[in-house]
């Protein structure tokens, strides 16, 4: 597909080039198809929230390091109820960075509107950590 295509290339650049009157690297692509996933999310009707889906899905399998993307598809889950499968997703994110704020502040979120007291009492307390550490 062709979003393949243009990550293969946007990684085959060996030196940082110069886009806008700034340096870039090999970032930069996976960065640009962050924001478009953001707005589309933002756009926040059901075609853009599956356009939301299905590019981060894409690109989750494109750049697995890339944790924005499948927090993106937690979010998605999250937004269609689906509670448990968001949860999944998120805890993919925190297993990678257990500090990620999103996908903590989510998973409480998804865990609160499940019904899960021990998942609603384990996100409270990394939250609780989280706000702790951060607020100095």
């Not at 640009?32 to 933002?42: I, L």
């Not at 509107?113 to 998942?119: E, F, L, R, T």
């Amino acid at each position: 597909n062709y979003l393949e295509t243009l990550s293969l290339e946007a990684s085959r650049r060996s030196k940082d080039w110069m886009y806008d009157d700034r340096k870039v690297g090999k970032e930069f692509f996976a960065d640009s198809m962050q924001e478009y996933c953001y707005e589309f999310y933002t756009i926040g009707t059901d075609n853009s929230r599956e356009a939301f889906f299905k590019l981060s899905e894409t690109l989750a399998e494109l750049f697995p390091e890339k944790l924005d993307f499948i927090s993106n598809i937690g979010t998605y889950h999250l937004l269609k109820k689906d509670f448990n499968l968001a949860l999944k997703w998120y805890s993919k994110v925190l297993k990678k960075s257990p500090e990620n704020y999103i996908a903590i502040k989510n998973s409480l979120i998804a865990a609160r509107q499940s019904g899960n007291a021990k998942a609603v009492k384990k996100y409270q307390q990394m939250l609780d950590k989280y706000n702790q550490e951060n607020s100095l």
